[in-house]
């Protein structure tokens, strides 16, 4: 099955989602979360958000995290990388193929509430 999603806005690209058979979306929730670290604190500062920003990279189609580095977070911030985690294992298993331009739109970015998809989920 081969279908067509937006990021967002009228000028989004879509985003090819190939698969032969159903996903199980919980099973990789919770394998995401088992992978974040624990620990690290509660903050909701501006540094905080450099963080959560520096554990995310876009490289030649692909996203890459490093969870850790998002210490301390807040929940909109651990929970998003929980997604991102799970975008990440769709991609490696060719179940899931964006372009640079749509992982950076998803690549956590200093945006403000309600704008681009980090400040939707914010």
Do not use: H
């Amino acid at each position: 099955m081969v279908m067509s999603l937006s990021c967002s806005g009228p000028t989004a690209r879509p985003v090819a989602v190939t698969s032969t058979a159903a996903v199980d979306y919980n099973r990789l929730v919770l394998t995401a979360i088992k992978k974040m670290p624990s620990g690290g604190g509660y903050s909701t500062t501006q540094a905080t958000d450099r963080l959560r920003q520096s554990a995310v990279s876009v490289s030649e189609g692909n996203i890459s995290l490093r969870p850790e580095k998002a210490k301390p977070s807040y929940c909109s911030g651990a929970t998003y990388l929980v997604f991102l985690s799970v975008i990440q294992t769709l991609q490696q298993s060719g179940q899931i193929q964006m372009s640079d331009k749509t992982l950076n739109r998803l690549a956590i970015a200093d945006a403000k509430d309600g704008v681009e998809p980090w400040g939707r989920w914010n």
